[in-house]
Nanobody, 123 residues
């Protein structure tokens, strides 16, 4: 059974930083691409960043490029999302999920996510 536990969210002022963690269990993270998603109030879940298991490349949504960094630690079965220079539009529930597709930006291929962690960017 695939399980994901996200943590690290909180309230931060614009321009601030957060580091989110996604601890996984029940499967081998090394053979799945992993992605971070954001769901803002009243909006659909959207892909923010992902890490391909095959070539360890990363992909980012346009809004995240240059500010967010995704990484993973296989020994800890954990993925991270480092978020810098946060903006109010980054507010939402951030969750992680996996796909067996090596092109990790195939957002429609993700079918399971954790409960998520709330990120609120506000002054």
């Amino acid at each position: 059974q695939f399980q994901f536990v996200e943590s690290g969210g909180g309230l931060v002022q614009p321009g601030g930083s957060l580091r989110l963690s996604c601890t996984t269990s029940g499967f081998n993270l090394g053979v799945y691409s992993i992605g971070w998603f954001r769901q803002a109030p009243g909006q659909e879940r959207v892909g923010v960043a992902c890490f391909s298991y095959r070539d360890r490349t990363t992909r980012y949504a346009t809004s995240a490029k240059g500010r967010f960094t995704i990484s993973r630690d296989l020994a800890k079965s954990t993925a991270y999302l480092e978020m810098n220079n946060l903006k109010p539009e980054d507010t939402g529930v951030y969750s992680c999920g996996v796909t067996g597709h090596y092109q990790c930006e195939r957002w429609e291929s993700y079918t399971d996510w954790g409960q998520g962690t709330q990120v609120t960017v506000s002054s």
